[in-house]
């Protein structure tokens, strides 16, 4: 059974950085969009940003308030994810989660990675 596996959380102050990772534990075939997700404690799961499948590295989104502070990677050869974020903020504190949306197979989700930002 194949899972996702976040990696890279923590506690930070405020203005550090930290570097997620999301890597598949076996072959989920092609993926058209890989996603991040976060959860904020009360608050409702909201994207933070995606990157898609292509021959050019693909397209990225980023949610208004990771603009300018997170980017979103991906290594296609080992299916694995990353959002290196920085100039990180006590509202940035919740649950991350990647998810894969494949092209043929089903959705896959991880169990989520805990960041917490002190001020």
């Known amino acids: 059974q194949v899972q996702l596996v976040e990696s890279g959380g923590g506690s930070v102050q405020a203005g550090g950085s930290l570097r997620l990772s999301c890597e598949a534990s076996?072959?989920?075939?092609?993926?058209?969009?890989m996603n991040w997700y976060r959860q904020g404690p009360g608050k409702q799961r909201e994207l933070v940003a995606y990157?898609?499948?292509?021959?050019?590295?693909?397209?990225?989104y980023y949610a208004d308030f990771a603009k300018g502070r997170f980017i979103i990677s991906k290594n296609g050869v080992e299916d694995t994810l990353y959002l290196q974020m920085n100039s990180l903020r006590p509202e940035d504190t919740g649950a991350y989660l990647c998810s894969f949306i494949t092209r043929v197979g089903p959705d896959y989700w991880g169990q989520g990675i805990q960041v917490t930002v002190s001020p």
């Open positions: 990157i898609t499948d292509g021959a050019d590295g693909g397209r990225t």
């Open positions: 076996g072959s989920i075939g092609t993926v058209n969009v």
